[in-house]
T-cell receptor
Framework: DSGVTQTPKHLITATGQRVTLRCSPRSGDLSVYWYQQSLDQGLQFLIH???????AKGNILERFSAQQFPDLHSELNLSSLELGDSALYFC????????????????FGQGTRLTVV | GQQVMQIPQYQHVQEGEDFTTYCNSSTTLSNIQWYKQRPGGHPVFLIQ?????EVKKQKRLTFQFGEAKKNSSLHITATQTTDVGTYFCAGISSGSARQLTFGSGTQLTVLP
């Protein structure tokens, strides 16, 4: 168990719809990353939040948005869904203070498998 | 922005053969991390390298961090079927952003 919780695990929805994916980071982790992984593909970076603020954007479509809340959980909103949005969406948390300083190891959730039909 | 490139994208090896994946960053890194994603799973942290020229070993896996802290490699000796999966490198930028950037991954298939 990585300590990162993603819900739901599976989601099937129709084209044109809107969904929200949720991520609870490991306790103490300040950074949350969202990635999209299509079948047999690499990790496509979507967005990075650090302590509630957006830090970096990757190849995130305008139809997608995200936010990190004061309790550091994050949500990824996907709207006007298209067939091509079907993928595994991972959340990873990172960056925590430990005895020797900052630990940057990333822990991934199990992912949300989105199927758009 | 920071880019991390990884080659090869795919590698098929016969069980017992060696395997190497290479990672190159467009900017100097404060550290480099390696992750393994088993089929159907999520990426799991393997190791972190921090020092210039650092070499670390985990059983049959050898990790290197380049002298300029812009490249890294993972070498697996005598691959086994349990090594199957996708190996990702991830670099932390040297600046204050602490941005973790993943490479595209190398998908390793080990033929029995």
């Amino acid at each position: 168990d990585s300590g990162v919780t993603q819900t739901p695990k599976h989601l099937i929805t129709a084209t044109g719809q809107r969904v929200t994916l949720r991520c609870s980071p490991r306790s103490g982790d300040l950074s949350v990353y969202w990635y999209q992984q299509s079948l047999d593909q690499g990790l496509q970076f979507l967005i990075h939040y650090y302590n509630g603020e957006e830090r970096a954007k990757g190849n995130i479509l305008e139809r997608f948005s995200a936010q990190q809340f004061p309790d550091l959980h994050s949500e990824l909103n996907l709207s006007s869904l298209e067939l091509g949005d079907s993928a595994l969406y991972f959340c990873a948390s990172s960056l925590r203070l430990e005895g020797r300083g900052l630990n940057t190891e990333a822990f991934f959730g199990q992912g949300t498998r989105l199927t758009v039909v | 922005g920071q880019q991390v490139m990884q080659i090869p994208q795919y590698q098929h090896v016969q069980e017992g053969e060696d395997f190497t994946t290479y990672c190159n960053s467009s900017t100097t890194l404060s550290n480099i991390q390696w992750y393994k994603q088993r089929p159907g799973g999520h990426p799991v942290f393997l190791i972190q390298l921090v020092k210039s020229g650092e070499v670390k070993k985990q059983k049959r896996l050898t990790f290197q961090f380049g002298e300029a802290k812009k490249n890294s490699s993972l070498h697996i000796t005598a691959t086994q079927t349990t090594d199957v999966g996708t190996y990702f490198c991830a670099g932390i930028s040297s600046g204050s952003a602490r941005q973790l950037t993943f490479g595209s991954g190398t998908q390793l298939t080990v033929l029995p």
